[in-house]
C-alpha cells in the first residue's frame, strides 16, 4: 500500500452514512456499499454533504466481503451491483474508487485497505458480529477492520476517529491496553450519547499525544492485532 489506505463502508444506514462522511471530510478515498436501495435517512444525509456519488448500490443479498489472509488486509467486496453499468465507465466518485481495485471476478466491486462495517453488516467482517473492539470501533480479531454504529453523532465521531488513525494523526494504545477496553465506558451507560462522546474526545487527544510522539508515522496493519496467549 502506498499513500493513503482506500476504504470500504458495508451497509448504508444513518450510521454508516455519517461515517462516510466524516472519512470523506477526512481527505480519504471511500466507496460504501449498499444493500439495496439506501434509506431515504441515509440518502438525505449524504446528499446534503455532497457525498451520496460515494455510494454503489448492490443487489440484496449478494454483498459479501473476503480477505487475502485469515484477518487482514486487503479486503475484496463483492456483490451484484444494483446498477449493471461497468464500474470503469462511471464518472461516480465510488465508482472510481471501487474500478481502481477490481479485477477478476464477475462479482468483484473493489479491492480495499480498511473496511467500516454498521450494525447491519457486522456479520460480514472475518471475526463475526460479535469480533472482540477497542472502543466498539477498532476489531481486534481483524486488521483494518472497523465498526460504527449508534446515532449519527456518535457514528460521525467514530467515523473521524478511524480517519485519523488512517492518517496517521492518531495512534493507538497497546494491544492489551485496547483488548482491556471493549467500550470506551466500560459497562457505564450513565451520560448516554454525550459521555460516550466525551470519552471519545479524551481517546483521540491521548492518541494525538503518542502519535505526535513517533512522528505522526502513517500505520501499517499488523497479522494480529491481539496480545499472543
Do not use: K
Not at 32 to 46: D, I, Q, T
Not at 47 to 68: K, N, W
Not at 102 to 112: E, N, P, S, T
Not at 165 to 181: D, K, N, V
Amino acid at each position: 500500500m502506498t499513500g493513503l489506505p482506500r476504504v470500504a463502508v458495508l451497509g448504508v444506514d444513518v450510521a454508516t452514512a455519517a461515517a462516510t462522511i466524516s472519512l470523506v471530510d477526512g481527505g480519504l478515498a471511500v466507496a460504501a456499499f449498499s444493500s439495496g436501495p439506501v434509506p431515504p435517512a441515509a440518502h438525505a444525509r449524504l446528499a446534503a454533504y455532497g457525498c451520496a456519488d460515494q455510494v454503489l448500490a448492490v443487489s440484496p443479498g449478494t454483498l459479501r466481503l473476503t480477505a487475502a489472509g485469515p484477518a487482514a488486509p486487503p479486503f475484496e467486496v463483492h456483490g451484484v451491483r444494483a446498477d449493471p453499468r461497468p464500474s470503469a465507465t462511471s464518472a461516480a466518485p465510488a465508482a472510481a474508487v471501487a474500478a481502481a481495485g477490481a479485477g477478476a471476478g464477475d462479482d468483484l466491486l473493489g479491492v480495499f485497505d480498511a473496511v467500516v462495517l454498521g450494525d447491519g453488516t457486522a456479520r460480514l467482517g472475518p471475526g463475526g458480529p460479535d469480533s472482540p473492539r477497542f472502543g466498539g470501533v477498532f476489531d481486534l480479531a481483524a486488521a483494518w477492520v472497523f465498526h460504527v454504529g449508534g446515532p449519527p453523532e456518535l457514528a460521525g465521531a467514530q467515523g473521524r476517529w478511524i480517519g485519523e488513525y488512517l492518517r496517521g494523526r492518531y495512534a493507538p494504545p497497546e494491544p492489551a491496553a485496547m483488548s482491556a477496553r471493549p467500550a470506551l465506558l466500560g459497562r457505564s451507560t450513565r451520560g448516554g450519547v454525550r459521555a460516550e462522546l466525551a470519552e471519545l474526545d479524551r481517546e483521540l487527544r491521548a492518541g494525538h499525544a503518542r502519535a505526535a510522539g513517533i512522528g505522526y508515522r502513517l500505520p501499517t496493519p499488523p497479522a494480529r492485532l491481539t496480545p499472543a496467549p
